[in-house]
């Protein structure tokens, strides 16, 4: 194996990390924004606000995330109306269509996942709140949401680690984050295996951290379920 | 620029694209059916290595769907296509043959959904396995099954039933991402839909027909395996 070469690769796809970085954490954000009112008006029980819901979950469920983007990149050119708009400045943009397009797509996993934390509250913990005299948005923000979060956690900490192998999908669209740098890198060098070996090695090094901050996150906010201190103990958390 | 017409798209009559798109749609089927169904002969290897391999083998098992899980879906898709050229280039040379060579985007394409989903496959059989209830492996022992004959007639029947949601979920998944493989030029829905969107400027309709053929699709198969899902645990007793 040519160390050089792989070293040299490393250097060439290390100005990609930041862009991977940035559409995945702002998608992430402003999915988790979005995801909670649709799941919220998912769990309502006015009809239309629970169809138009499931019928935008349904959608970005269903389709490929590449024509997503390539439906906002491409294809909101094709009305003169936006074009001419002020928007279009934003839509012109494949940073901004990329982010766009992430967005909508994990919002529609995340609000599912949101909805299936909310519903696994038990009742019991709303009843005692209600028998406080707690209701509505104070029931909400102090029972419902902490207990949803700590059932989710799990469950969106996968939603994100897709969403950073999601952004390599930016490249199709001329966005040079790591995967756009490698297939440049491949088209220079011809030498696919390498450059193969060393995208993947960072993406793997972006998804284990990911992952670890999740598992403390996770172990900070499930206090309740850690083994009481026993003095030598060891300090391995619980398993989720 | 004509007006918006979605139904052109889907037209079969002159200056139609409906006869290409259906083309393409039976491309995206073959593609992602051939892919699943790799990705399945490697889960059932890469359970079998996570169940009964030694140590190393179940090592090298949790590697792969570790990095097959952790890397973007795309790389491994340029890893087949450009890569196999790396290998097949210098092969040909030693057979006498003189040029570039590399996989067909069909052969590479499918090869790569089913490394991808091959590390899903894994975890779902695994997990199907593990929830077969000891008692029936004890019974068909008890009754003097050989280990082969329960393997056939208990083991893999039951797995697949308890694995049969989570091989839905592998099926959805494999179709939206064979869209991926547009990016190696073959022809299927993704790959045409832009074709169109470029020869006739509506970007726009073109990615929304794409749009609605995956939904079709992914809707109609999705049914499907909620009905067999149904049909293979109607002997499950239900709360």
Redesign the interface.
Known sequence: MDFAFLLETFLRLLPGVPLTLQLAFLSVAFGIALALPVALMRLSRIWPLVWTARAYVF?FR???????I??IY??????PELRYSALWPILREPYWCAIIALTLNTAAYGSEIVRGGVQSVPHGQIEAARACGMGGPLLFRRIVLPLAVRQALPAYGNEI?LMV?????A??ITLMEI?GL??KL??ET????EV?IV??AI??AI??VITRIVHVLEHWLTPYLRPAPVPAASSRGEPA | MNDFGLWNVFSFGPGGWGPAMAKATLMTLAVAITGFFVGAVIGALGAWAKISGSRAVRAAADGYTTVLRGIPDLLVIYLFYFGSSAVLTPLARFFGASGFFSLPAFLAGALAIGIVSGAYHTEVLRGAYWSVARGELEAAIAVGMSRSLAFRRIIVPLTLRYALPGLGNIWQLVLKESSLISVTGLVEILRQAQVGAGSTRQPFTFFLAAAILYLVISSVTGWATQRAESHFTRGLRRE
Not at chain 1, 165 to 169: G, M, Q, V
């Open positions: 959608v269903s389709t490929p995330l590449l024509v997503q390539f439906l491409y294809g909101l050119g094709q009305f680690i192998k999601a952004t390599a999908l490249s199709v995967t490698a297939a491949i088209s011809y030498r696919a295996i193969f995208a993947g993406y793997l998804n284990y």
